[in-house]
């Protein structure tokens, strides 16, 4: 596997290195063992898949707040999507910063979202799915997320017309002291 960072502290991108033959191809997608060696958390302990029907659905910026914070390794299985990560660890070098990586059922690729990080995607086409591993499991006390167009973030959507649930439209905008 190749593991590229990106601009939020912590946050790769995962590519898989394919072998390929007649058949087709064969690659890792994980391994406990490459994370690790990366100071990755390779304790993934839940798999959740989202399916969303339409081009244009736009879901997040979610996250779990302390004690229950995740690490996610998000990848697109069908379709293709506009991944979105942003940094709300205060501490950060990259904090209140954002990073975007298109991923899809034909890249393969997948991105490793550290704990602290708010986590959205805007599908971009339809019939998308995306398959999520994280480190915690889901904890409805701890989950909460941040406005996708709040302007303290001014995060580039490629489209602006989007299908969004009331939840997530209706977050609170970020207040940076709380």
Same mark, same amino acid.
């Given at each position: 596997?190749?593991?590229?960072? *990106? ?9 898989? %290195?394919? /072998? ?6 064969? !690659?890792?997608?994980?391994?406990? $063992? ?9 304790? /993934? ?25 995740? #690490? ?13 990560? *942003?940094? *709300?660890?205060? *501490? ?5 910063? =954002? !990073?975007?990586? #298109? ?18 995607? /805007?599908? /971009? ?10 480190? #915690? ?10 406005? =996708?167009? $709040? ?8 489209? !602006? ?10 977050? %609170? ?6």
């Amino acid at each position: 596997m190749k593991f590229t960072t *990106l601009s939020v502290n912590g946050c790769y991108l995962v590519e898989p %290195e394919t /072998l390929h033959d007649e058949r087709g191809f064969f !690659a890792r997608t994980f391994c406990s $063992d490459e994370f690790s060696a990366h100071g990755l958390n390779p304790g /993934l302990v839940q798999c959740s898949v989202s399916y969303n029907k339409h081009r244009g659905t736009l879901r997040g910026m979610h996250y779990q707040k302390p004690p229950h914070e995740e #690490e996610k390794l998000v990848r697109c299985t069908a379709g293709a999507i506009f991944d979105v990560i *942003l940094d *709300l660890r205060r *501490l950060s070098d990259s904090y209140l910063h =954002w !990073a975007s990586i #298109e991923l899809s059922a034909e890249n393969h690729k997948a991105v490793y979202i550290p704990a602290g990080c708010a986590h959205g995607f /805007l599908t /971009l086409k339809d019939g998308s799915e995306i398959f999520y591993q994280m480190s #915690e499991s889901y904890n409805p006390e701890s989950a909460t997320g941040v406005r =996708w167009n $709040d302007p303290a973030f001014n995060i580039e959507w490629p489209d !602006a017309s989007v299908i969004i649930s009331d939840r997530d439209k209706n977050f %609170e905008l970020w207040d940076d002291t709380t």
